[in-house]
């Protein structure tokens, strides 16, 4: 049977200290982990990171300021969240500023599922469990330490499910708007926040419709099932859904009216010229049109990044919390965030985003997608500790679950098998990356002074390890000033030019009169930079 508030009430009654002590443990565990991944100059080891750096500055510091540079292809809140800080230039280039974003949101995602885990069995100690299986993932503890944008939406999706629940046991409205907001937030965050919205809002009909019925004098079976159908326990569903989405659907809206307004297109996040799909999934990906190979794909990123054990006790501890509670609004809260495998797997058959493995693909990419189902192999876990309640060993399979958790991430770290960590190595070390690397290390010895005429898309690292205040940059963000630039940057004031041999600025530039005012003084064969002849320095050379 599901766990009624009242019965609740002497735990929760306890539960700030403990939750102290939660958040004390987790922020303990993440300023470790932050320092172990700085140390090996990891932090900033995903291209993505540096591009979220970028996007949150720009929005303060560049050749056109304002709320616009945000752009229209990542959500927004995580950019928002990282600008204050990463306006402070020694903590926008260290990386710091994005990964106090994502070490701020692994604490509250630890305290939110300790919390969620009591809520559901009423036991402190299954709480801890679920907790300290989050923060013990090894796969966790390096992207909370990375501007990644991950961590916070475990955050917002943990509280958004963690309110319904409370709203589930408790029918106050003021956990359904808690359940809102933090619904919000996870709609801002990533998309993915957009499938577990899909999915909490399914369950708040279905809660508020059964709580109606639950109203009427019917004794028999059919009186319940007409009375679940009648106007009046539509009314109530209607009502508490829309109370619902009237909050947790508006930054969707707001996203979309965005979109329309600033780029001529409601759905440009979606196919916009630096969000459509073929940008990112190659010809012969694999799992494109193959079910059986999108399920194995996204099976392998699971299982990679939370290993075959803990996912196997999880789904049994997720059968015992379903065969407990008979489905109710809890357990229904708790499997919205299981809808995000099939998601993954359908985005993955349609050919949205490329997720590779090395048992399909034989290297590693996005396997970050496989990390969100710690969320509900942590409550899975947590709720499975707890079997052994009201009797003399109940401390064991809390004791073992744990000692297994740790276990596991402990083998992983020694085995050097932690996938976001093996791949994030693989960006920093692969040729792109070391040629990005030596081009922005000569422009940064180089650069003196002028305006620079350069595609931001897929030059990132290079802007970001040169140094070149982003003041300086005219790029496809720039209003009103990208495509003068192109059509002439000498008029335009551009004193340097770099060219990627397929990004926009060669396609548009490469072998015409307007750059032939420019001397070229660097070329590896895929970059070019080039300088303002009478203004080139002497001596210098490719």
């Given at each position: 049977?599901a766990?009624?508030?009242?019965?609740?009430?002497?735990?929760?009654?306890?539960?700030?200290?403990?939750?102290?002590?939660?958040?004390?443990?987790?922020?303990?565990?993440?300023?470790?982990?932050y320092?172990?991944?700085?140390?090996?100059?990891?932090?900033?080891?995903?291209?993505?990171?540096?591009?979220?750096l970028?996007?949150?500055?720009?929005?303060?510091?560049?050749?056109?300021?304002?709320?616009?540079?945000?752009?229209?292809?990542?959500?927004?809140?995580?950019?928002?969240?990282t600008?204050?800080?990463?306006?402070?230039?020694?903590l926008?280039?260290?990386?710091?500023?994005?990964?106090?974003?994502?070490m701020?949101?692994?604490?509250?995602?630890?305290?939110?599922?300790?919390?969620?885990?009591?809520?559901?069995?009423?036991?402190?100690g299954?709480?801890?469990?679920?907790a300290?299986?989050?923060?013990?993932n090894?796969?966790?503890?390096?992207?909370?330490?990375?501007?990644?944008?991950?961590?916070l939406?475990?955050a917002?999706?943990?509280?958004a499910?963690y309110?319904?629940?409370?709203?589930?046991?408790?029918?106050?409205?003021?956990?359904?708007?808690?359940?809102?907001?933090?619904?919000?937030?996870?709609?801002?965050?990533?998309?993915?926040?957009?499938?577990?919205?899909?999915?909490?809002?399914a369950?708040?009909?279905?809660?508020?419709?059964?709580?109606?019925?639950?109203?009427?004098?019917?004794?028999?079976?059919?009186g319940?099932?007409?009375a679940?159908?009648?106007?009046?326990?539509?009314?109530?569903?209607e009502?508490?859904?829309?109370?619902?989405?009237?909050?947790?659907?508006?930054?969707?809206?707001?996203?979309?009216?965005w979109?329309?307004?600033?780029?001529?297109?409601?759905?440009g996040?979606q196919?916009?010229?630096?969000?459509k799909p073929?940008?990112?999934v190659?010809?012969g990906?694999p799992?494109?049109?193959?079910?059986?190979?999108?399920?194995?794909?996204?099976?392998?990123?699971v299982?990679?990044?939370?290993?075959?054990?803990?996912?196997?006790?999880a789904a049994?501890g997720?059968?015992?919390?379903?065969?407990?509670?008979?489905?109710?609004?809890?357990?229904?809260?708790?499997?919205?965030?299981?809808?995000?495998?099939?998601?993954?797997?359908?985005?993955?058959?349609?050919?949205?985003r490329?997720?590779?493995?090395?048992?399909?693909?034989?290297?590693?990419?996005?396997?970050?997608?496989?990390?969100?189902?710690?969320?509900?192999v942590?409550?899975g876990?947590?709720?499975?500790?707890?079997?052994?309640?009201?009797?003399?060993?109940?401390?064991?399979?809390?004791?073992?679950?744990?000692?297994?958790?740790?276990?596991?991430?402990?083998?992983s770290?020694?085995?050097?098998?932690?996938s976001?960590v093996r791949?994030a190595?693989?960006?920093?070390?692969?040729?792109?990356?070391?040629a990005?690397a030596?081009?922005?290390?000569?422009?940064?010895?180089?650069?003196?002074?002028g305006?620079?005429?350069?595609?931001?898309?897929?030059?990132?690292?290079?802007i970001?390890?040169?140094?070149?205040?982003l003041?300086?940059?005219?790029?496809?963000?720039?209003?009103?000033?990208?495509?003068?630039?192109l059509t002439d940057?000498?008029e335009s004031d551009i004193?340097?030019?770099y060219?990627?041999?397929?990004?926009?600025v060669?396609?548009?530039?490469?072998?015409t009169?307007?750059?032939?005012?420019?001397?070229?003084?660097?070329?590896?064969g895929?970059?070019?930079?080039?300088r303002?002849?009478?203004?080139?320095?002497?001596?210098?050379?490719?």
């Amino acid at each position: 049977m599901a766990v009624s508030a009242a019965a609740l009430r002497p735990t929760l009654a306890t539960l700030p200290t403990r939750r102290r002590w939660v958040a004390a443990v987790a922020a303990i565990a993440s300023l470790s982990a932050y320092v172990v991944a700085a140390r090996r100059g990891a932090i900033l080891d995903y291209p993505d990171s540096i591009a979220h750096l970028l996007i949150s500055r720009r929005v303060v510091a560049s050749s056109t300021p304002g709320l616009a540079q945000l752009g229209n292809v990542w959500l927004p809140l995580p950019h928002l969240l990282t600008l204050p800080f990463a306006a402070i230039g020694s903590l926008f280039y260290s990386g710091l500023a994005g990964s106090i974003v994502s070490m701020a949101a692994f604490v509250a995602t630890a305290v939110l599922l300790q919390r969620t885990v009591m809520r559901l069995t009423g036991s402190c100690g299954a709480g801890w469990v679920a907790a300290s299986v989050f923060m013990t993932n090894p796969a966790v503890l390096y992207l909370q330490a990375t501007p990644m944008t991950e961590t916070l939406l475990f955050a917002c999706v943990t509280g958004a499910v963690y309110a319904v629940v409370c709203w589930g046991q408790s029918g106050r409205y003021e956990w359904l708007a808690v359940a809102g907001v933090a619904a919000l937030l996870g709609t801002m965050s990533r998309y993915e926040g957009w499938i577990v919205l899909a999915g909490l809002a399914a369950v708040v009909v279905i809660g508020a419709a059964r709580r109606d019925a639950r109203t009427t004098t019917a004794t028999t079976i059919g009186g319940r099932l007409a009375a679940l159908g009648s106007r009046g326990a539509r009314g109530a569903a209607e009502g508490s859904v829309v109370f619902f989405l009237a909050i947790a659907a508006g930054g969707i809206g707001l996203w979309l009216l965005w979109n329309q307004v600033l780029f001529g297109d409601w759905l440009g996040f979606q196919r916009g010229t630096y969000a459509k799909p073929s940008l990112w999934v190659s010809a012969g990906e694999p799992a494109v049109g193959d079910l059986g190979v999108a399920l194995r794909t996204y099976g392998y990123a699971v299982t990679g990044n939370v290993g075959p054990v803990l996912l196997a006790l999880a789904a049994v501890g997720l059968v015992v919390l379903v065969w407990r509670s008979g489905l109710d609004v809890a357990s229904m809260a708790v499997g919205s965030l299981v809808l995000l495998a099939p998601f993954y797997v359908l985005s993955l058959y349609l050919g949205q985003r490329p997720l590779h493995v090395t048992q399909i693909s034989g290297d590693l990419y996005n396997t970050r997608f496989g990390l969100l189902m710690i969320l509900p192999v942590a409550i899975g876990l947590g709720v499975l500790a707890n079997l052994g309640a009201g009797r003399a060993w109940h401390l064991v399979p809390k004791v073992a679950l744990v000692a297994v958790a740790v276990g596991s991430a402990a083998l992983s770290v020694h085995g050097g098998d932690v996938s976001v960590v093996r791949e994030a190595e693989a960006f920093e070390s692969s040729p792109t990356e070391e040629a990005n690397a030596a081009a922005a290390s000569w422009w940064r010895a180089n650069y003196d002074d002028g305006l620079v005429l350069m595609e931001g898309f897929g030059n990132e690292t290079v802007i970001f390890e040169s140094r070149i205040p982003l003041d300086r940059f005219v790029y496809e963000g720039s209003y009103q000033r990208w495509e003068p630039a192109l059509t002439d940057p000498a008029e335009s004031d551009i004193t340097w030019i770099y060219l990627r041999a397929d990004d926009e600025v060669h396609d548009r530039l490469a072998g015409t009169p307007a750059i032939d005012r420019y001397q070229q003084l660097f070329d590896d064969g895929v970059r070019q930079i080039f300088r303002l002849r009478d203004r080139a320095p002497a001596g210098a050379g490719a």
